[in-house]
């Protein structure tokens, strides 16, 4: 089983930056695929970025190119991933989400290919 715990969350004015960071633990293995999600109110779960633990394979939504930058480092027993949020939009507000996959996904960015989830850390972005 695989625990996830997301924090970093917050308020911040349009421009400004964030940093969130999801900590895996439990029975983690070496080969692993992480991506973070977002949900606004009334739409619809969308992948923001992901990231592979063997080689990086980082893939981002177009809406966050160039902004949003994906990163992890591991221990022994767990892995921190990392999501810097540059220049952020009122656009960017939503509630954000870390998942892991222990399979290969065929979409990094799509939310069914991953099996276990955090419960998330609301990002709001004031214009």
């Known amino acids: 089983q695989v625990q996830l715990v997301e924090s970093g969350g917050g308020s911040v004015q349009a421009g400004g930056s964030l940093r969130l960071s999801c900590v895996a633990s439990?029975?983690?293995?070496?080969?692993?695929?992480v991506a973070w999600f977002r949900q606004a109110p009334g739409k619809e779960r969308e992948g923001v970025a992901s990231?592979?633990?063997?080689?990086?394979?980082?893939?981002?939504a177009d809406s966050v190119k160039g902004r949003f930058t994906i990163s992890q480092s591991q221990d022994n027993a767990k892995i921190t991933v990392y999501l810097r949020m540059n220049s952020l939009k009122p656009e960017d507000t939503a509630m954000y989400y870390c998942?892991?996959?222990?399979?290969?996904?065929?979409?990094?960015?799509?939310?069914?290919?991953?099996?276990?989830w955090g419960r998330g850390t609301q990002v709001t972005v004031s214009s």
């Open positions: 439990g029975y983690v293995y070496s080969r692993w695929h």
């Open positions: 990231i592979f633990s063997l080689g990086g394979n980082m893939r981002y």
């Open positions: 998942a892991v996959s222990l399979l290969a996904p065929m979409n990094a960015l799509l939310p069914d290919e991953y099996k276990y």
